[in-house]
């Protein structure tokens, strides 16, 4: 049974693209730490557990948008609306409210050659 930080985890992979490395990063920890948390050995401490939710809102809402490639990489590169700061570094450096606030002004994705969308 998938505890819940392993079902933020899978979502985070599945909707933004981001394997256990990246998300690690982000997060300020080690991957073996986020794979413990994904197999239920271990639980993360309650300021990565609040990065982890963050990430999965706004992976998630991204997700509505874009292709999880297009996410990703969104989310490691330079933004003119957060003043050329990277959304990634944002989030470990707990300003998540910038980045959820910059997707209004900013995010836009040409739909993929497979999405059916005009």
């Known amino acids: 049974m998938r ?47 609040k990065l982890l939710i963050d990430l999965e809102y706004i992976v998630g809402h991204f997700a509505d948008l874009c292709e999880p490639r297009d996410v990703r990489m969104w989310l490691f590169s330079c933004r003119k609306v957060l003043t050329g700061e990277i959304p990634a570094d944002l989030l470990q450096k707990g300003r998540a409210s910038d980045v959820i606030e910059s997707r209004v002004t900013e995010f836009t994705c040409r739909p993929s050659q497979h999405d059916p969308r005009p």
């Open 3 to 49: 505890n819940a930080i392993s079902r933020k985890l899978e979502s985070v992979h599945q909707k933004g693209a981001l394997r256990s490395v990246r998300v690690a990063n982000i997060i300020d920890t080690r991957p073996e730490s986020v794979s413990r948390w994904n197999q239920g050995q271990a639980f993360p401490r309650p300021d990565a557990e």
